[in-house]
């Protein structure tokens, strides 16, 4: 469930909150009851995928960065270039 962040433009409060996405957006601001809530567009902790299998393990086990470019041949021709 997404975590959406809230702010009150009338007594400045801050909050986040766990929503459907499918759920309407909130109004009411718990801390001075005004219906002065607004949704707020963050840059919070991003999309992070952990585990095996994707990204770095999917390029022949690849320790360089996206910035360096790949030499010619690659993976598919069965001659990994990142090899060791």
Do not use: W
Request: with cysteine; charged share 20%; glycine share 10%.
């Amino acid at each position: 469930m997404p975590t959406y962040q809230y702010r009150c433009s009338s007594c400045g409060n801050e909050l986040e909150v766990f929503q459907k996405m499918t759920d309407e957006a909130l109004t009411t601001c718990p801390a001075c009851k005004k219906d002065a809530l607004e949704r707020v567009i963050s840059a919070s902790g991003g999309f992070v995928l952990k585990g095996s299998g994707f990204y770095s393990t999917d390029y022949c086990g690849s320790k360089t960065s996206l910035s360096e470019s790949a030499p010619s041949g690659g993976c598919s021709t069965g001659t990994c270039p990142f090899a060791k």
